[in-house]
């Protein structure tokens, strides 16, 4: 990223406590770096055989999710965007709407979650940390 380019700094978001958390931390990552703050809330998609896929929310619920999460941002930073975009890997699917925004930085957040292999992060975090090709901060 060259001094003349605006820093990028993409939070995904899914109306989830420990995404609010990730908001917080975005947001004021964004201002530090005198970037702008993209919310990406990815609607997973299941597939139905032989029918159209099937979207975990509807329309009220992703607008929702926008709604507050741009509530949070704006709280402290001045340059946010939100975006919704579909995928069957959430991972991915936040990971390529990063490259398409120009992002230089994903956070997300992660909760709770049982057993050992996501003792530390949940399995989206644990994802976007090991396969982006930017810096990503998880959030808790």
Known sequence: ?????????????DGSAHAEAAVRVAAQLAQAKGG?????????????????DIRAWKVEEQEAILTR??????????????????GH?????????????????IVVGTGDRKGLVNWLMGSTAKAVAARAPVSVTIAR
């Open 69 to 86: 999460s741009m509530a949070e941002a704006r709280r402290h930073c001045k340059s946010v965007e939100a975006v919704t975009i579909e």
């Open 36 to 52: 702008k703050l993209a919310l990406v809330a990815v609607n997973p998609l299941s597939s139905a055989s032989g029918h159209p």
């Open 1 to 13: 990223m060259t001094e003349q380019e605006t820093s990028v700094v993409v939070c995904g978001i």
């Open 89 to 105: 890997d959430v991972p991915d699917a936040l990971i390529a709407a990063a490259a398409q925004l120009g992002a230089d930085h």
